[in-house]
């Protein structure tokens, strides 16, 4: 979260000094697209230190392109002022009905892969308990947890790859946006940018 907050604060900036939102639109999926790429390869015994720097790379990734589409629509629309709240709407709108959707599919991914993999893994184990709580797993004799922690890496790098479709989506889509200059322009919604 906090490389997202910092990539946001980046773009901004740069956004605000130049003018310019479309490159971040073309650089912040893939950043994030290879973080999550690199997620996508963790076993248990992937240390530490490289998962948190994929993390922080596919955040930062997405940090840099996240309000960008509200920039563009605030570019496109700063001589319809009008139309500028319903266009920013749309956005919005689009933005948390994919936030709320992508839950729900990664959720459904994640679910499905380690019930195929807990069986698949450790057929002796009781299903439900390990499925109910991940502390349970170190509940388990030693030689059981193992099939288990894979069982639930599989399942969660599986449940990256809808997550990595769309971020590969918003470059494509994002390349058709229009690059506005947004000094030019009057800056977001017809406000000075400095």
């Given amino acids: 979260m906090l490389a997202v907050c910092i990539g946001i604060f980046i773009a901004g900036g740069i956004t605000t000094k130049f003018g310019r939102y479309y490159p971040f639109l ?11 790429g690199l997620l996508y390869t963790l076993t248990a015994h992937t ?7 994929y993390q922080i790379l596919a955040g930062f990734g997405i940090g840099l392109s996240f309000q960008q589409s509200l920039l563009a629509v605030q570019a ?3 001589d319809k002022p009008a139309l500028l ?3 920013q709407g749309v956005v919005s709108f689009f933005q948390l009905t994919g936030g709320a959707l992508g839950v729900g599919i990664i959720n459904t991914v994640q679910s499905v892969f380690l019930n195929t993999e807990i069986k698949r893994l450790a057929p002796n184990v009781d299903f439900n308990l390990v499925r109910q709580s ?10 059981q947890q193992a099939p288990i922690i894979d ?18 989506i918003s ?11 947004m000094l030019a322009k009057g800056g ?7």
Avoid: C, W
């Avoid at 991940?134 to 030689?143: E, G, K, N, Q």
């Avoid at 470059?171 to 200059?181: V, W």
């Avoid at 977001?188 to 400095?194: D, E, K, L, S, V």
């Fill in 26 to 36: 073309l650089i912040g999926p893939p950043i994030s697209a290879v973080g999550l």
């Fill in 47 to 53: 240390a530490n230190s490289k998962i948190i720097g």
């Fill in 76 to 78: 496109e629309y700063a």
């Fill in 85 to 87: 709240p319903q266009a």
């Fill in 134 to 143: 991940v502390s349970a797993i170190f509940t388990l004799p030693l030689d």
């Fill in 151 to 168: 069982a639930y890496i599989i399942s969660i790098t599986k449940s990256l790859i809808p997550i990595i479709a769309a971020v590969i």
């Fill in 171 to 181: 470059l494509i889509t994002g390349a058709f946006i229009r690059n506005h200059n």
């Fill in 188 to 194: 977001a919604g017809g406000a000075h940018m400095a």
